[in-house]
Structures are given as C-alpha cells and as structure tokens.
C-alpha cells in the first residue's frame, strides 16, 4: 500500500510509521530524516536547507521535491511505503500524484493524526530532552507548531478523493498504532 502520515510536530507521525512500516515491511520515507542526514552530511542540499530547518520553517518545494523524487525512483516497483512529513504544501501533494501516476501507481490512504497544541508541545519538549536534534530549539517548536499544521488544502485534496482517515493521537503509543492499522486494514498484512 502507499500511504500519507499527516499530522502536526510532535503527534508521533514518525514514531507510528516506523512502527507501522517495521510491521508491514513497507519502506518508511521520512523527508526530515533525510534533510537532517543533508545538513549532517554537509552536502550542498544541506546547506541550502540548514537555515530554514533550524527557524522551524518549511524548506522551499522544490529542494524537497528533488530530494524525495530521487528516493521515490530508487524504490521496487511493488514497494509499498509510509511518507512521513511529505507532501506538506498542495504543490508537493500535485507532484506527487504525477509522479506516482507515471509509475501507474496513486495513494491509498492518508491518516491525519491530531492532538491538542497542548499535548504536542509536551511531546516535542519530551524529544527535546531525550534527543540532539538541530531543530528542536524552543524557538523552532513554537514556529512549527504555529507554521507545520497540515494546511487545509493539502488535507482536504486527500479527503475530496475518499482517503483520507482521522486518527486520535492523544491516547497512548499502542492504542495509535492499533487505531492506524484499523483505519489501513491490514491487521494481517507483510507487503
Ligand atoms: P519533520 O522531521 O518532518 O518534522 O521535518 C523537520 C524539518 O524538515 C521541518 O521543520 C522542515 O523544515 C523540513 N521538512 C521536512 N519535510 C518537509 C517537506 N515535505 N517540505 C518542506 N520542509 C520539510
């Protein structure tokens, strides 16, 4: 299957579609993973895309769209996969369909995890403290979570088309990831 994580920072999209993908055997495409590998790396995509990461905004559409097109192409055709923090912007989403369309391929279903803006800041305080990531500064958490909502558009382009689901991510990590594979149907799947 080829499915959408949505949700705000801190939500636990990441944690769930690793957590999803690790039981599916699906591949787990993370477009913040493989920016911060960029910037970690040094490579002249991470240093373009350092600044905007670092104030907690998003990087400009065709810096990721390049970057995601080039994994997107290096997959088995039969591969299904989880994205995770891609498409953010409708633009990226319209990308998105061309390409899988010319694979003759499309989305199945994208999940939108919510939660309260409460919740998520205790959540990304949480990783904060736990992790060295570039981007967890106080100032670039009070800028995604007011700037990195899944905007309407974007979520409303899945919805007209019949595939987008509503998960509750407040309650506990299992009670999620129960919820989410419910809301796929794939309780017995492995491809
Ligand atoms: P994430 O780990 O998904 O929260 O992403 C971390 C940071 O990477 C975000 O705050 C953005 O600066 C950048 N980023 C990741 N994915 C995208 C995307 N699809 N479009 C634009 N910026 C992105």
């Known amino acids: 299957m080829n499915v959408i994580f949505f949700g705000p920072p801190g939500v636990g999209k990441g944690t769930q579609a690793a957590r999803i993908t690790q039981r599916t055997g699906w591949a787990h495409i993370s477009t913040g993973d493989m920016l911060r590998q960029q910037v970690k790396d040094g490579t002249a995509l991470g240093t373009r895309v350092n600044d905007y990461m ?20 290096g997959l088995r055709r039969d591969q299904g996969f989880v994205l995770d923090g891609f498409p953010r912007t409708i633009v990226q989403a319209c990308a998105l369909d061309d390409a899988l369309a010319r694979r003759g ?11 309260s ?8 305080m949480g990783r904060a403290s736990e992790s060295a990531r570039l981007d967890d500064t106080p100032e670039a958490m ?13 979520l409303d382009h899945y919805r007209a088309a019949g595939k987008l689901r509503d998960i509750d991510g407040q309650p506990d990590m299992e009670t999620v990831t129960s ?7 794939v309780a017995n799947a492995t491809t």
Request: aromatic share 2%; no cysteine; hydrophobic share 50%.
């Open 117 to 124: 803006d409460a919740v998520l800041m205790q959540r990304m």
């Open 142 to 154: 009070r800028v995604r979570l007011e700037k990195q909502k899944p905007p309407p558009d974007l």
């Open 54 to 73: 670092q104030k907690g905004l998003l990087v400009p559409d065709e810096l990721v769209i390049e970057m995601f097109m080039e994994r997107l192409a």
């Open 105 to 115: 391929k499309s989305i199945d279903i994208a999940v939108n995890i919510h939660a």
């Open 179 to 185: 919820a989410i594979i419910e809301a796929l149907g």
